[in-house]
């Protein structure tokens, strides 16, 4: 099969023929028809993740169960799935709780194991993990939940608790972050997108945002406030620095929520918090890891009854020889959305040898 082939960190990619994987005994191997360029992907370029190389990134996808292991029950060939991107081994008492996004022996393609940059992946405990794609939903818009969207959907429904009418500050309006505004104007929420990118503020307010705030320097707490009179009730950083969570959490109101979703990777491995304001106005502070596929039957409910559009946030498809030029240059992109990718679309002719 082809895939993209990272053999160094922080270092150009590649595609190349690689072997075709072989089923875990309790998983599938699926031909992934779309998956999606995430920021995530781009950490574990930049050396933030340890990985084993060579490697195959890429752990949002879509596609057709193409071959099964002995121990699968519940899933056939030919079916079309996703998968979250942590996926639980299906045995711990996590998994049988439903929380297998926090399984401590979970694996994650793209990062614990070869990724869906690629034509096919091998994914573990099948009869855990996978989530069934109704006909009426296109691989593109099944992959686009896998990480960002579910994300979003578990960090505002089942952490910070989003409920109707509620100010929601989303910082990052980037594919999560766009994520975050759907869910939470689904929900009833009123919500403000903060990001440097006029782009990207435009794309929010398309998917529904009711007030934007540029962030080119001007303080963004006092924005927030200008707006709610009090700060939000509920806190997003969807981008992952110490900026940004710094700004989501002073934006909030006492005893409001913040929900971190953006990685924040540093050298030490911690990071600055502003915990004074958190103690003084008894503020929640709440992690948010994915989401387990038992908890998809109320994201497909939303996007069933047409509340939740994830094919909206798709900017643009490409092939795997245009995402290896793309993935090195995601934190510096001005791209608002999601890219997807697909491993069988040829390549433009000015990449072609």
């Known amino acids: 099969m082809r895939a993209m082939i990272m053999t160094r960190t922080n270092a150009p990619l590649e595609v190349r023929d690689v072997p075709d994987p072989v089923p875990p005994a309790a998983g599938v191997v699926v031909e992934v028809r779309a998956t999606g360029l995430c920021g995530s992907d781009w950490h574990a370029w930049a050396g933030h993740e340890e990985l084993t190389l060579p490697h195959v990134p890429g752990h949002e996808l879509a596609g ?128 403000i997108a903060v990001d440097r990118n006029t782009r990207a503020l435009e794309s929010a307010q398309r998917l529904g945002a009711d007030h934007v705030v540029l962030a080119d320097g001007r303080d963004v707490p006092d924005e927030v406030r200008a707006i709610t009179g009090e700060g939000s009730q509920v806190s997003i950083d969807a981008v992952g620095s110490e900026q940004t969570c710094a700004a989501a959490i002073m934006s909030l109101r006492p005893r409001g929520r913040h929900a971190q979703i953006g990685l924040l990777p540093t050298e030490s491995g911690l990071s600055q918090v502003p915990m004074a304001r958190a103690i003084a106005w008894e503020l929640d502070i709440l992690g948010s890891h994915g989401m387990a596929a038992v908890d998809y039957p109320g994201m497909l409910g939303l996007i069933a009854s047409g509340a939740l559009r994830p094919q909206d946030l798709i900017e643009r498809v490409v092939g795997l020889e245009e995402a290896v030029l793309l993935l090195p240059e995601m934190q510096r992109s001005a791209t608002s959305g999601m890219t997807m990718i697909d491993p069988k679309r040829a390549a433009p002719e000015r990449l072609r040898s």
């Open 64 to 191: 057709v169960i193409s071959a099964i292991g002995p121990d699968v029950q519940n899933w056939s060939v030919g079916d079309r799935v996703t998968v979250p991107f942590v996926c639980g081994c299906g045995a711990c008492d996590w998994c049988r709780s439903g929380n297998a996004q926090v399984c401590p022996n979970q694996q994650q393609p793209g990062f614990t194991h070869w990724g869906s940059f690629a034509e096919h992946v091998a994914l573990h405990a099948a009869d855990t993990n996978l989530v069934a794609i109704p006909d009426d939903v296109s691989f593109e818009a099944a992959a686009a939940l896998g990480c960002r969207f579910a994300t979003a959907y578990r960090a505002l429904t089942a952490r910070a608790k989003v409920q109707p009418a509620e100010w929601v500050t989303v910082v990052g309006a980037g594919g999560v972050g766009l994520s975050a505004v759907m869910i939470a104007k689904a929900l009833g929420a009123q919500v």
